[in-house]
Nanobody
Framework: VQLQASGGGLVQAGNSLRLSCVASGSTFRGYSVGWFRQAPGKEREFVVGIRWPGSTITGADSLKGRFTISRDMAKNTVYLQMNNLESEDTAVYYC???????????????????WGQGTLVTVSS
């Protein structure tokens, strides 16, 4: 499966943004999907995920309640809704897919076989 992430851009703190991850070459059926982010000089961080068939995997406490994931199987798209954005949320955001779906591993980047190219989110304060 090939993944294409989009929707990033420049946004003011306090505002919202929705990222999209579209799959091609296959559908998301059977795949767990995660959103990760990586800020300059930092390690890739798990944001939120959805484990097949549909349970949500939450990330750090600072993200809970602000970042949510959803999936539209008809559009073969997974979304990341980001609300009340902060300057610390500035990063490149990646979507990733895993066919293995082992719950205990889905917050780890190496558990995902397929990655999108990333989309940059810049939050100005």
């Amino acid at each position: 499966v090939q993944l294409q992430a989009s929707g990033g851009g420049l946004v003011q703190a306090g505002n919202s943004l929705r990222l999209s991850c579209v799959a091609s070459g296959s559908t998301f059926r059977g795949y767990s999907v995660g959103w990760f982010r990586q800020a300059p000089g930092k390690e890739r961080e798990f944001v939120v995920g959805i484990r097949w068939p549909g349970s949500t995997i939450t990330g750090a406490d600072s993200l809970k309640g602000r970042f949510t994931i959803s999936r539209d199987m008809a559009k073969n798209t997974v979304y990341l809704q980001m609300n009340n954005l902060e300057s610390e949320d500035t990063a490149v955001y990646y979507c990733a897919a895993s066919a293995r779906g082992i719950l205990s591993t889905l917050r780890v980047p190496s558990s995902y076989e397929h990655w999108g190219q990333g989309t940059l989110v810049t939050v100005s304060s």
